[in-house]
């Protein structure tokens, strides 16, 4: 039997891979581009965390939330304004959301290395802690076979949110810290 961390990710290999691809012209330029990169997912971090909220209780993303504001600062930049998403119908729909906010954590991972010691990287350096993916997985577990559309659905949403943050005009001021 599959379990469900399997059927997610067979289910979003599409919206994953085109949410990766959303993300490429950041990425290509980095570190360049770091500062577009946050304003980005500070468009939807949040959104996504407020809708699983409704109907889940998952600290891990506020204090993701609160080390990306912070890397924000560090720049002098304002977080953007984010994007709606509608607030999870489901405990299991809740559950995938919180499924990709956790694999951007664990992304996260790779990417630190290609950002100099300098600059702000608390958000990053949160993939570093693998206890809320565990957490995550053990919950997924626990949904009910009839229940795992939803979480499917609320994946989808998420990875959604985070392709339609890329749509937008980044601060393009040179982004340097000084010592």
Same mark, same amino acid.
């Given at each position: 039997m599959q379990n469900l961390k399997a059927k997610l990710r067979a289910a979003t290999a599409d919206d994953h891979r085109r949410t990766e691809a959303s993300f490429a012209a950041f990425l290509v330029a980095l570190p360049d581009s770091y500062g577009g990169f946050l304003q980005a997912h500070a468009r939807a971090f949040p959104a996504i965390g407020c809708a699983l909220s409704a109907?889940?209780?998952?600290?891990? +993303? $506020?204090? &993701?939330? $609160?080390?990306?504001?912070s890397d924000l600062a560090a720049f002098d930049l304002d =977080?953007? =304004?984010?994007?709606?998403?509608?607030?999870?119908?489901? &405990?299991?729909?809740?559950? @995938?959301m919180a499924y990709v906010l956790e694999g951007s954590r664990l992304g996260s991972t790779l990417l630190l290395a290609r950002i100099p010691a300098g600059m702000p990287r608390a958000y990053l $350096? @949160? @993939?570093?802690? &693998?206890?809320? +993916? $565990?957490?995550?997985?053990?919950?997924?577990e626990t949904i009910d076979p009839q229940d795992e559309a939803g979480a499917i659905a609320g994946a989808g949403k998420a990875f959604r949110a985070f392709r339609a943050a890329t749509a937008f005009e980044p601060c393009t001021r040179a982004l340097e810290l000084t010592p």
């Open positions: 109907a889940i209780d998952w600290p891990a +993303w $506020r204090a &993701r939330w $609160r080390d990306l504001e =977080p953007p =304004p984010t994007l709606t998403v509608t607030a999870a119908a489901s &405990r299991a729909e809740a559950l @995938g $350096r @949160g @993939g570093n802690d &693998r206890a809320p +993916w $565990r957490q995550l997985l053990a919950l997924l």
